[in-house]
């Protein structure tokens, strides 16, 4: 089935061909939907932190600060030209008719191109576009009263200017300060200072895109001393690239391996579920995710530092508890110790089986083990207000036990009613934002790819040149990836949560510019 050429790219990514089969059969049979049994809410699957609680959590976290390991791990990876998706639209539609700009400026409400025009001046990279069209002899304000919107844009999106449509969402500029404007990655590299340090050492690691390698180290190059100097720091800051093995194939309206003009098999990156294998490369005693984009000026860190401690704090906690009931289970457990454990499984995202039995008291110690033996995650919960992004659920498995797990709308059966209802039932998403043990009691460090669930990948729908084509992605990071770790929900503060999806999101209060330069 495959060639001589195929099997050499196989080899040069290290690509089992077996993996290429495997990825062809789930083309054929489709991946199943997840079983929801019910939203997880509070008090039935999300933990909501008393105000009395905090201050415990918080120290809790500062004093074990000083003996762990502790890392910020930042998927870094993600292009932004679909921040600019709009733009580009506009560009490739507008032609600068007058009925084309009555219809422009007839539409002045936020998220319209009138409004960006209008308040442009306002944006973060405003000042480093207004230079590179300066050099050009051009003017912004005088282009936009003569109307030459997508020449603008060019100089904005394209390598005529700051190419932003071709940057690495993290180097896109996103704060305003006095006397520096920020990227996501500078506020990332800030917010490692705050929380995410042992001692004097802020230990950051980024996974990016290797062709963009080089801008991020060079922009670490320019701004890692001046924060090292603000905030009594210093950095290690590493990065790792998706790995190619990771990869997947494509298929045609055929069901055909999808190949280029030269018959060389097409590979796509297979999502940021192929970021559990840089993740587990990682050895720190704590880890925290966080995406790219979902960052705060200064004057806004607040919440976000102190809910990252209270995560933290919770996850220290329960490694604790979870250890020491190994430590019973090792020794010789009396009926009540036994008891004690299985009524604690719940708070640890597990509901055993109804009318499970064993065969005897040697199995059910067994089994107890190795529901305690994993790695462990606490995910912060922000209340469902519109935005997107993956559900906290109950998800029933083939044994009849009941999981906690973060759901994507893709992954549950919607058109069954029960399900659906299900579903629209739940009342929290979860942001990206983890605190995660990957140790053992003992210190070991686990081997996160057993706790794969390798059934929760995505088939999706693309367009290759012109041509509708059948992608795959790998069970999601925080999704499938992560499906049998020992699992925490928290409510979190909608604060916490200010992703920039587009560029319009850099005109919202969060974001703006405070202190005017």
Not at 82 to 97: I, Q, V
Not at 129 to 151: A, H
Not at 479 to 495: D, H, K, Q, R, S
Request: aromatic share 10%.
């Amino acid at each position: 089935m495959y060639t001589k050429e195929d099997l050499a790219q196989f080899k040069q990514r290290g690509i089992k061909s077996e993996a290429i089969d495997s990825q062809l059969a789930n083309f054929e049979k489709g991946f199943d939907y997840v079983n929801l049994s019910e939203a997880a809410t509070i008090g039935n699957g999300i933990i909501q932190v008393q105000p009395e609680e905090e201050e415990r959590l918080v120290d809790t976290y500062d004093k074990a600060c000083e003996k762990l390991d502790i890392l910020k791990m930042v998927p870094a990876s993600g292009s932004a030209t679909r921040m600019f998706k709009d733009l580009y639209a506009f560009m490739d539609n507008y032609h600068g008719t007058t009925e084309e700009f009555l219809d422009l400026v007839q539409h002045k409400e936020p998220g319209t191109i009138h409004y960006f025009f209008e308040k442009m001046d306002e944006l973060p990279f405003y000042g480093h576009l207004s230079d590179v069209m300066w050099k050009d002899g051009k003017d912004i304000q005088r282009m936009i009263n003569k109307r030459e919107f997508c020449e603008i844009l060019k100089y904005l999106l394209t390598k005529k200017g700051l190419n932003y449509g071709n940057t690495p969402k993290g180097l896109i500029d996103f704060h305003i300060y006095r006397d520096f404007v920020r990227t996501a990655f500078d506020e990332h590299i800030v917010e490692g200072a705050l929380y995410a340090r042992e001692k004097d050492t802020s230990h950051i690691h980024f996974t990016v895109s290797e062709e963009y390698m080089p801008l991020f180290q060079a922009r670490q190059k320019k701004i890692s001393k001046i924060f090292e100097k603000m905030f009594h720091v210093k950095y290690d800051i590493t990065y790792s690239v998706q790995k190619p093995s990771t990869d997947t194939v494509s298929i045609d309206s055929e069901g055909q391996l999808l190949r280029d003009e030269n018959g060389q098999i097409i590979f796509r990156p297979g999502g940021h579920g192929a970021l559990i294998h840089n993740l587990n490369e990682l050895k720190a005693d704590i880890i925290f995710i966080k995406n790219i984009d979902n960052v705060v000026p200064d004057r806004s860190k607040g919440d976000t530092v102190k809910y990252k401690k209270i995560l933290a704090g919770i996850l220290l906690e329960v490694q604790e508890k979870v250890a020491g009931f190994l430590s019973v289970l090792n020794k010789r457990p009396t009926d009540e110790d036994l008891a004690t454990i299985e009524s604690y499984l719940p708070t640890i995202g597990y509901k055993e089986a109804e009318g499970r039995t064993f065969a005897d008291r040697k199995e059910r110690i067994r089994h107890l083990q190795q529901l305690l033996d994993r790695p462990i995650r606490v995910c912060g919960m922000v209340k469902n207000e519109g935005e997107p992004g993956g559900g906290p659920f109950w998800v029933k498995t083939a044994d009849g036990s009941s999981r906690l797990m973060i759901i994507e709308s893709a992954q549950a059966n919607l058109k069954d009613k029960e399900q659906k209802k299900i579903f629209d039932h739940s009342t929290h998403f979860n942001p990206v934002d983890l605190v995660c043990c990957v140790k053992s009691p003992k210190g070991k460090k686990y081997d996160l790819e057993k706790f794969i669930d390798p059934a929760q990948g995505f088939i999706t729908t693309k367009s290759y040149k012109g041509k509708e084509i059948k992608v795959q992605e790998l069970p999601g990071l925080w999704n499938g990836a992560m499906a049998n770790w020992i699992t925490l929900f928290v409510e979190v503060p909608l604060t916490t949560f200010t992703p920039v999806k587009t560029v319009f999101d850099l005109f919202r209060f969060e974001h703006r510019n405070v202190l005017k330069k």
